[in-house]
């Protein structure tokens, strides 16, 4: 019960500041755009096609399980758990979307970015370490902090950023995104794990690395 209450409240607090932001994703021309996947008598608008708004249901506009721990019995020890237009149709057009980060002791959402969204970040429970890099115009900088229960950090638009689970016990984090569909480019498994692979000759004189190391990094991804 005391968990539900700190997640509502961590969720809460996001709203909140995402009702004061500005969205990314191009403001909505409509009071709402309920996405459906079939096109017949809908209308194309903002990536998604619309459900004649007199048929919206609260379901919707719904989704649960928040609250409820993700499996993070993997490599990196963690796990996202999306609240995004796919799960919630009628977040189309309306520039907001979020996510429950679960992470193992030691866990890690490694180096990645979201190239349609800045993120506000809150800990429910547990301690992050947790930063993003600018980029090369301001020198590639490090700005990085921890973070423990209840720390605000936000992740700006396209910035390459991190969160490490730095405790011995299992963390929670919510996230707000500015966008409906905020996409994540993991760096490691974009530039290791591209299909067909990347030459490894041209990644080993990219990275300053041997050939054969950036061959057996491509044989991880």
Known sequence: MKTSVQFLKGFALLVLASSLASAFDPSPLQDICVAIDEP???VFVNGKFCKDPKLAK????FLSGLDKPGNTANRLGFSVTNANVEQIPGLNTLGISAVRIDYAPYGQNPPHTHPRA???LVVLEGTLYVGFVTSNQLNNTLIA???NKGDVFVFPIGMIHFQFNIGKTNAVAIAALSSQFPGVITIANTVFGANPPI????LAKAFQLDVNVVKELEAKF
């Open 58 to 61: 609260a379901q919707d506009f």
């Open 40 to 42: 017949k008598n809908a």
């Open 199 to 202: 030459n490894p000759d041209f």
């Open 145 to 147: 902090k921890v973070l």
């Open 118 to 120: 800045t993120e506000i």
